[in-house]
């Protein structure tokens, strides 16, 4: 009977332990938004610069054709989700999702109020510069939260290298090398993640 117990627990272990190895299955909307944000960043330079050959004007044309294209992708990304990839339950996977639910929150909350105070001064708030160091901050905790959940080491690196880059960029703003820097900071540490991630994805149910 104890080795029968002994035996139980020794499979309970491996597969709780198993479960915590899991990879993370969040890598398409890595990619999704990774791809997105460091366009956006690299067109906002080329217009602020005229490398593009648009004036100014085509900034907020620029970020509302971001946020529509944005959130239109990823909620269809959500319900493409195939429903029986194995380790969705993990708890790497599990806190990661919260984390980025969380991040994600985080930065509505932001630019909601960015947003507001810009009507309300009739001209845009100078927030939208400083959201750049929050943004990258924002992702930097969640790539290093999910990267040690998940033990990912390379995930933690994406993290700590996103977390690096906020004291940067805060040292840019109001410069158009400041979106230059977000955009290779958002391809390096979120793009190239999530492509990672979905190489990594299992294919089929376990």
């Known amino acids: 009977m104890a080795t029968q117990y002994s035996d139980d ?57 971001f946020i529509v294209v944005g959130l239109g992708g990823y909620f269809l990304l959500g319900r493409l989700f195939p429903a029986d990839k194995p380790g969705a339950s993990s708890a790497g996977n599990r806190v990661s999702a919260n984390v980025w639910m969380a991040s994600g929150f985080v930065l509505f909350s932001f630019f909601a109020g960015v947003t507001a105070k810009s009507y309300m001064d009739g ?40 977390i690096g880059s906020v004291g940067v960029t805060c040292l840019l703003v109001d410069q ?18 999530g492509i990672l991630m979905v190489r990594d994805e299992p294919s089929t149910t376990v």
């Open 123 to 162: 001209a845009p708030s100078s927030g939208f510069a400083w959201s750049i160091p929050l943004v990258l901050g924002v992702y930097g905790i969640s790539q290093l939260v999910s990267g040690l959940m998940s033990n990912t080491r390379w995930l933690v690196i994406a993290g700590y290298a996103a």
């Open 176 to 193: 158009a090398e400041l979106y230059l820097v977000a955009g290779i900071t958002a391809a390096l540490t979120v793009l190239l993640p």
């Open 9 to 65: 627990l020794a499979y309970v272990r491996e597969i709780a332990e198993s479960g915590a190895s899991a990879p993370l299955l969040g890598g398409r909307f890595l990619v999704w938004w990774g791809a997105l944000v460091t366009a956006a960043y690299f067109g906002h330079y080329a217009i602020w610069t005229g490398v593009a050959g648009l004036t100014p004007v085509a900034l907020p044309i620029l970020w509302t054709g």
